[in-house]
Nanobody
């Protein structure tokens, strides 16, 4: 059983910053991809950023230059540093882990950006 626990969400003014964390526990292959998705009210869940266990990253165009994904493999933890936040970044942010064709999700953390 794999568990993902997110933390770090909250309310911030436009232009501010937040750092999300997601810790994975349980049994999974060391070669994997961890990432963040988000879902705003009335919209589909969308990819924000991913990072492989080797450190390769991928970002949605909407967050490039503002968000940075990183990970600590020793702690099985992935981070999302979000700078210059905009009201359109408001959403529930979900962490996920992909390993050997299986995908695991966290429970989500709310990020609200006020204008």
């Amino acid at each position: 059983q794999v568990q993902l626990v997110e933390s770090g969400g909250g309310l911030v003014q436009a232009g501010g910053s937040l750092r999300l964390s997601c810790a994975a526990s349980g049994t999974f292959f060391s070669i994997n991809v961890m990432g963040w998705h988000r879902q705003a009210p009335g919209k589909q869940r969308e990819l924000v950023a991913t990072i492989t266990s080797g450190g390769s990253t991928n970002y949605a165009d909407s967050v490039k230059g503002r968000f940075t994904i990183s990970r600590d493999n020793a702690k099985n933890t992935v981070y999302l540093q979000m700078n210059d936040l905009k009201p359109e970044d408001t959403a529930v942010y979900y962490c996920n882990l992909r390993s050997l064709s299986r995908v695991y999700w966290g429970q989500g953390t709310q990020v609200t950006v006020s204008s």
